[in-house]
């Protein structure tokens, strides 16, 4: 038998760890170094080796970072070659124009080599960009791209660490659209939308780039204003907002006119807090809104409404209200020729157990805000209508009352309900009541307040515009609404006959009220001088301090049974203390 032979198979040669590793480096996907302990890469994968754009072998590792990640990545490099535990860190690699995230796995694997670390990047960009978008989403808004509120006060926060730094001032002004609302309800949001974007593509090119404005709702931005603080710095910054709304907008075919109204609040002056600073810019801007719009109002204490004051006082307000702690005073209001009271103001007094008289100024606003000014309001004008027939019935011949009426009451939707109570249950003609309305009220909405007002006019109350003269005081309004009484607001009162511009103000609105057929109160009278230059103007009626403090009832009832002219009454009746 041939037996053959067959020679044995020779093995195969076993390459070494690192050969091995360069073989795979090729196939890896991932970016994958082999690193000296110096850090000097040796290897690298296709992956890896796209990312420098320049040649790697002997290339410090680190230098393929963005600068603000090289610490991190040395440190990690140091701890996984001295204790030969794996180190996990994440770096930005420079790719171009770009910058690439990696998270980078480091671990010890030949001790005994020339390039013993092994470090495995994973691309993590697609994960940080969602989280980007994320964190933009959260901070800007989402109409405008503007900053939201988290970012603003962020940015509010920095500049008032610069400004304690520097010792210089700055301001946050808070602007609102005004007539946003008609556009929104007449044409749709989409248009509205459209306005916002453009709005505040206006607004921030208006703006230094050191400058931050922000949506904060609705049609309201805040700009924050860092070194603006003098009065004509202001001035001039927010006379370029201004002019930047009052372009007409164009948009899908409609010509859209707004204006702006804007608030101004100065740190350290007003406020040294992000919170506060915002708070009373938008109390300011209300008051812009208030007072005719389309104007800046850089706050001040007089435009507090319920930020400055605590929760203990909105608190006690409640327990106010039930404990029957309110009480209505009445002022007179007297013909100016015979100086008979014709009839009574009503104004509304808190006397707190502890804190004795609260100011109206104090609490009006902080009702106004919580709602409670609709049930407060409600009483008031029911008591009031009340109290005015015990007034005639001493007096012994027709009087009338005279009632404010708070914004929030007026657009309330029970409000002619509670006024036909208060008729009913008094049994008090219409003619008798007068509600006294500000101007800004009207303006607000001048669709709804004709609706309102007209059904006023039905029950026979007549309309009274208060503090005549220091918000729109336009001839179209007084043409448009059934307004049967002007009070001249006492700022034009209280320098006659002296103030020559004072008294043409006066002149100017008698004169028009006598061809309009309107009757005209002037507030604030506290000499004779004022009262004999008003009488010879023509004024009807006046009310002040010289004819009558506030009072309460039974002193008023005491002034009416004394059935004497006015300038005869006793002084304590003058000044409500009997």
């Keep these: ?44 994968s296709r992956r890896a080796s796209g990312l420098g754009g320049v040649e790697l072998d002997g290339r410090p590792l680190v230098s393929l970072v963005h600068d603000v990640d090289q610490p991190s990545l040395r440190n990690a490099l140091v701890a996984a070659g001295a204790s030969g535990e794996p180190s996990i860190v994440e770096a930005r690699f420079r790719c171009g124009e770009r910058d690439v995230w990696f998270e980078l796995r480091i671990a010890m694997i030949a001790s005994g080599d020339d390039a013993p670390l092994l470090v495995v990047g994973r691309d993590m960009s697609a994960q940080h960009a969602t989280e980007e978008r994320l ?17 603003l006060s962020d940015r509010i926060r920095m500049v008032i660490a610069n400004a304690r730094r520097s010792g210089q001032g700055f301001a946050v002004a808070t602007i609102g659209l005004d007539g946003f609302k008609k556009v929104n309800d007449g044409l749709g949001h989409g248009v ?20 931050t404005l922000a949506r904060v709702g609705g049609d309201e931005f805040v700009a924050v204003l860092p070194g603006t603080a003098s009065e004509a710095q202001i001035k001039l910054v927010t006379g370029r907002l201004m002019a930047a709304l009052q372009s007409p907008f164009e948009i899908d075919g409609h010509t859209i006119y707004l204006a702006g109204s804007i608030g101004v609040a ?45 929760i203990s006082l909105e608190a006690a307000m409640f327990n106010a209200v039930r404990e029957g702690e309110f009480q209505l005073y009445y002022q007179p209001i007297v013909d100016a020729r015979n100086r008979t009271i014709e009839g009574f103001e009503t104004l509304m007094r808190w006397k ?105 006019a039905e029950r ?69 001088e004022q009262l004999a230059f008003l009488d010879n103007l023509g004024c009807q009626y006046i009310q002040g301090y010289l004819t009558g403090k506030p009072m309460p009832a039974h002193v008023a009832l005491a002034a009416l049974k004394e059935d004497l002219y006015t300038e005869l009454l006793p002084a304590d009746i003058r000044t409500g203390k009997r």
């Excluded at 090729?26 to 290897?43: H, M, S």
């Excluded at 389309?294 to 204490?301: L, Q």
Aim: proline share 6%; with cysteine.
């Design 192 to 211: 509205g939308d459209a306005v916002l974007r453009m709005a505040a593509g206006r607004l921030r090119r208006t703006l230094r780039d050191s400058d």
């Design 1 to 44: 038998m041939h037996t053959s032979t067959v020679a044995p198979s020779q093995p195969t040669p076993r390459r070494s760890a690192p050969a091995l590793l360069d073989s795979l480096l090729e196939a890896a996907g991932d970016a994958v170094f082999r690193v000296t302990l110096g850090g000097q890469v040796r290897a690298a």
């Design 352 to 456: 707190h157990p502890t804190l004795g008289m609260v100011p109206p100024g104090r609490f009006i606003p902080i009702a106004e805000t919580n709602g409670l000014i609709n049930l407060l309001g409600a009483w008031a004008l029911k008591a009031a209508c009340m109290q005015v027939r015990q007034f005639e019935e001493v007096a012994g011949r027709e009087l009338y009352i005279s009632v404010n009426i708070s914004p929030r009451q007026f657009r309330n939707d029970k409000f002619l309900a509670v006024l036909d109570d208060a008729l009913a249950l008094s049994g008090t003609p219409g003619r008798q009541l007068v509600l006294e309305i500000t101007e800004g009220t009207l303006m607000v909405d001048p669709l709804h307040a004709e609706s309102v007002l007209a059904r006023m």
């Design 135 to 151: 964190r933009h989403m959260a901070t800007h808004d989402a109409l405008t791209e503007l900053p939201n509120r988290v970012l």
């Design 460 to 528: 026979g109350a007549r309309i009274a515009i208060d503090d005549f003269g220091t918000g729109y005081s336009s001839l179209a309004y007084l043409k448009r609404f059934p307004i049967s009484v002007l009070k001249v607001d006492r700022a034009f009162v209280k320098d006659l006959p002296q103030a020559a511009k004072d008294a043409a103000i006066c002149g100017a609105v008698l004169d028009l009220a006598r061809h309009l057929d309107l009757s005209v109160v002037a507030e604030g009278v506290e000499t004779e």
């Design 266 to 310: 100065i740190y350290p002056e007003h406020a040294e807090d992000e919170v506060r600073l915002v708070t009373l810019a938008d109390t300011a801007m209300s008051r812009a809104k208030e007072t005719g719009r389309a104007r800046t109002v850089t706050y001040s204490p007089r435009d507090q409404g319920p930020p400055e004051h605590d």
